[in-house]
């Protein structure tokens, strides 16, 4: 189950879930489509929902009853979840007393987790992005950040956004390859996932990577929920 964070420090140009950060004039211009269905820009206020965490419990029980069936896993998302570092420990340890589940945090890996935040959760997903992002190279790679998610072992897995293009010209295997080797990370840790938010997409993307991540020992990932529901809110 996905709990999605608002705020992102970010502002990747595919970006799939725009409605949590591209909410002003400024950033909207940075999204290809930062639009609501029906031609509206994304509003905060439209989108506000300022929750305690018994309420998110709540909402995800009610949203799916077996929660406590001991396979669940709860994927804490965003926008960035690491913007609320704080709140984002309480959740963790309310979430796991309650369900007894799994937690794993997304992240893009630009922020430094506090020891308590480790502690409290099972996994991290870091995903650093590419430079086909458009986000400037010194605001989304952060080096010793992500050498610290390297050095947390199997604790941290690796995913990496690639373009549909990806497996012709190579250029994004470049750009993660060097950041695999820089960092000393294993290949059974890195995952690669083709860009998109149609079923249609996904699978063309994976089919012009299949080869090259097969070749590296990396693990694909194709976006399940994605495949059943195309971009779809509140499956
Ligand atoms: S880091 Fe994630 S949430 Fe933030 S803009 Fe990029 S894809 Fe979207």
């Given at each position: 189950m996905f709990v999605r964070l608002?705020?992102?420090?970010?502002?990747?140009?595919?970006?799939?879930?725009?409605?949590?950060?591209?909410?002003?004039?400024?950033?909207?211009?940075?999204?290809?489509?930062?639009?609501?269905?029906?031609?509206?820009?994304?509003?905060?206020?439209?989108?506000?929902?300022?929750?305690?965490?018994?309420?998110?419990?709540?909402?995800?029980?009610?949203?799916?009853?077996?929660?406590?069936?001991?396979?669940?896993?709860?994927?804490?998302?965003?926008g960035e979840p690491l913007m609320q570092q704080e709140a984002l420990i309480e959740l963790c340890y309310s979430l796991y007393g309650e369900f007894s589940t799994a937690i794993h945090i997304e992240t893009a890996g630009t922020i430094e987790p506090?020891?308590?935040?480790?502690?409290?959760?099972?996994?991290?997903?870091?995903?650093?992005?590419?430079?086909?992002?458009?986000?400037?190279?010194?605001?989304?790679?952060?080096?010793?950040?992500?050498?610290?998610?390297?050095?947390?072992?199997?604790?941290?897995?690796?995913?990496?956004?690639?373009?549909?293009?990806?497996?012709?010209?190579?250029?994004?295997?470049?750009?993660?390859?060097?950041?695999v080797e820089r960092h000393g990370i294993d290949a059974n840790r890195v995952y690669i996932m083709p860009q998109g938010t149609t079923p249609t997409e996904i699978i063309l993307g994976a089919q012009s990577i299949v080869d090259k991540v097969l070749e590296r020992g990396y693990n694909l990932s194709l976006r399940t929920h994605t495949l059943l529901w195309g971009d779809e809110r509140g499956k």
């Open positions: 608002y705020g992102c420090n970010l502002e990747c140009s595919w970006c799939d879930t725009p409605y949590t950060w591209a909410t002003t004039k400024n950033k909207i211009e940075k999204h290809v489509t930062a639009y609501a269905r029906g031609g509206e820009p994304y509003s905060k206020k439209d989108n506000e929902h300022v929750m305690t965490t018994d309420a998110i419990g709540d909402k995800l029980a009610a949203l799916y009853p077996n929660i406590r069936d001991g396979q669940s896993i709860i994927v804490v998302s965003g506090d020891r308590d935040l480790t502690d409290a959760v099972d996994q991290f997903v870091v995903s650093p992005k590419l430079s086909h992002s458009g986000n400037p190279l010194k605001k989304r790679y952060k080096p010793d950040v992500i050498q610290s998610f390297a050095h947390m072992g199997s604790k941290a897995h690796f995913k990496f956004v690639v373009e549909l293009n990806a497996g012709m010209d190579g250029e994004d295997f470049k750009e993660i390859d060097a950041m």
